[in-house]
C-alpha cells in the first residue's frame, strides 16, 4: 500500500543551526504539501509542491519536489525557538484522486536556544 | 467564520459507548475529510466528502465508524461500540473546490478521544 515516509524522526538542533527532514513515497505522488503541527496544535499548511524539481521558498524555509516526484525536503535555515514542532509532507498518488493525502509520519524538531 | 470547528475537544467515555463528534468547516469549502491521528504519527485518513455526498472512505475503517454531511455543511463522526484502540484525536479538515484546493487543507483543532 501507500507509504511516506520521513526522516529523521527527531531533530534536535541549537538555536541558529539548520534543519532538513526528508520526504519519501513509495509510489509518485501528484503534489505534495507540507504541514507544522506545534506541540499540542493541529497541523497548519504552509506550502504546496507541484511541479517536478520545484523549489520554494519561504524566508527561511526552503521546500524541494523531486524530479521523479516522489519525494520532498523542508530546509530550514538559522532555526528559532519558534520552528519548534513536528513537521509532516503529505500527497496524494497519482494513480488516485487528488483529494486523499497520505501524511508522513513527521519529523519532530526541538530547538534549544 | 475564521476555521474550521470541532466539538467537542475532549471526550473520555467508558469501553462500548457510542460517541459522536461534529465539525464545522470553512462555509465556502466544498470539501470536507476527517482524519485520525496518533502519538507520534502522522494524520491518518478515514473518510472523505465533497458537499453532501461520501465519496471515499477508508478500508481501515470499521463498521462501527459513520460519518454524514447532510445539506453540504456541517459533518459528524460516529463511532458506535468505542473500544480502547479507538483512542486518538480526531481531526476534521476542509479545502476549497480545485483550483483553489492548492491552499491545501485546513485543520480543526480535533477532538481527544479517550476510552476507558
Known amino acids: 500500500g501507500q507509504q511516506v515516509m520521513q526522516i529523521p524522526q527527531y531533530q534536535h538542533v541549537q538555536e541558529g543551526e539548520d534543519f532538513t527532514t526528508y520526504c519519501n513515497s513509495s509510489t509518485t505522488l501528484s503534489n505534495i504539501q507540507w504541514y507544522k503541527q506545534r506541540p499540542g496544535g493541529h497541523p497548519v499548511f504552509l506550502i504546496q509542491l507541484v511541479k517536478s524539481g520545484e523549489v520554494k521558498k519561504q524566508k527561511r524555509l526552503t521546500f524541494q519536489f523531486g524530479e521523479a516526484k516522489k519525494n520532498s525536503s523542508l530546509h530550514i535555515t538559522a532555526t528559532q525557538t519558534t520552528d519548534v514542532g513536528t513537521y509532516f509532507c503529505a500527497g496524494p498518488p497519482v494513480r488516485d484522486n487528488f483529494n486523499k493525502f497520505y501524511f508522513g509520519s513527521g519529523t519532530k524538531l526541538n530547538v534549544k536556544p | 467564520d475564521t476555521g474550521v470547528s470541532q466539538d467537542p475537544r475532549h471526550k473520555i467515555t467508558k469501553r462500548g459507548q457510542n460517541v459522536t463528534f461534529r465539525c464545522d468547516p470553512i462555509?465556502?469549502?466544498?470539501?470536507l475529510y476527517w482524519y485520525r491521528q496518533t502519538l507520534g504519527q502522522g494524520p491518518e485518513f478515514l473518510t472523505y466528502f465533497q458537499n453532501e455526498a461520501q465519496l471515499e472512505k477508508s478500508r481501515l475503517l470499521s463498521d462501527r465508524f459513520s460519518a454524514e454531511r447532510p445539506k453540504g455543511s456541517f459533518s459528524t463522526l460516529e463511532i458506535q461500540r468505542t473500544e480502547q484502540g479507538d483512542s486518538a484525536m480526531y481531526l476534521c479538515?476542509?479545502?476549497?473546490?480545485?483550483?483553489?484546493?492548492?491552499?491545501?487543507?485546513?485543520f480543526g483543532s480535533g477532538t481527544r478521544l479517550t476510552v476507558v
Open positions: 479538515a476542509s479545502s476549497p473546490p480545485s483550483p483553489r484546493s492548492r491552499d491545501g487543507y485546513t
Open positions: 462555509s465556502e469549502h466544498n470539501r
